[in-house]
């Protein structure tokens, strides 16, 4: 059974300050999404990575995915306020294009000046 | 404008009453999902679709039932509602789940009296 682990789940961050959210998940797969959720909304797909090796990179937020160590990444750099909200990373349990999605649990961020 | 619309938003009602909750994408997207996000558990996935007339459960389809007679439709059923099914739950879709990003809609926030 697919699992996936976010850390931390909650990230209290000063503005200017750089940060990584991390993903583990726990059996083989090549696909792995980044979503934003901002408190009572609905959520904003950041990246796809859907392959080893992949980054992808949007502003201030850079996504990489290293698969053999199941591993996702999300940098922050220099953290500004607009980035405050949940952040998910999710998972295809196959690994290919079933689309069964597996999420974490979420990082509550929380940018203060 | 391209969307993905739930219908309704808000819904109160009592135990054992059958619901239906709509879900309608305008982007010809092959892929639709339907999840709940719930305090502390984040999102799980209650059942997805990768085309007319093909569907699959997730990760807690107990409850619910789904009908993907169109490609724009994709409706949630709940033939007896339970209180352990309030929640806010969330559709879904995408144009190729494997390489695509997921456009979510608005929710809808669900209580089960």
């Known amino acids: 059974e697919l699992k996936v682990e976010q850390n931390p789940l909650f990230l209290s961050m000063q503005e200017g300050k750089n940060y990584t959210i991390y993903c583990n998940y726990s059996?083989?797969?090549?696909?792995l999404y980044w979503y934003r959720q901002d408190p009572g909304k609905s959520l904003e797909s950041l990246f796809v990575?859907?392959?080893?090796?992949a980054v992808k990179q949007e502003g201030r937020l850079m996504a990489s995915l290293d698969t053999k160590a199941r591993l996702s990444t999300l940098h922050i750099t220099a953290a500004v306020h607009d980035l405050s909200a949940t952040y998910f990373c999710?998972?295809?349990?196959?690994?290919?294009?079933?689309?069964?999605?597996?999420f974490g649990k979420g990082t509550k961020l929380s940018v203060k000046p | 404008e391209a969307q993905v619309t739930q219908n309704p938003r808000y819904l109160i009602t009592v135990t054992g009453k059958k619901l239906t909750v709509t879900c309608s994408q305008n982007?010809?997207?092959?892929?639709m999902s339907w999840y709940r996000q719930d305090p502390g558990l984040g999102l799980r996935q209650i059942y997805y679709?990768?085309?007319?007339?093909?569907?699959d459960k997730g990760d807690v389809p107990e409850g619910y039932k789904v009908s993907r007679k169109e490609k724009r439709n994709f409706p949630l059923i709940l033939e007896s509602p339970s209180p352990n099914q309030t929640s806010l739950y969330f559709c879904?879709?995408?144009?190729?789940?494997?390489?695509?990003?997921?456009?979510f809609g608005p929710g809808t926030r669900l209580t089960v009296l």
């Open positions: 679709s990768m085309n007319v007339e093909v569907t």
């Open positions: 982007m010809n997207h092959e892929y």
């Open positions: 059996t083989t797969s090549d696909r």
């Open positions: 990575l859907l392959s080893n090796g």
């Open positions: 879904a879709s995408s144009f190729e789940i494997a390489t695509d990003t997921q456009y």
């Open positions: 999710a998972v295809d349990s196959y690994g290919g294009s079933q689309g069964n999605l597996i």
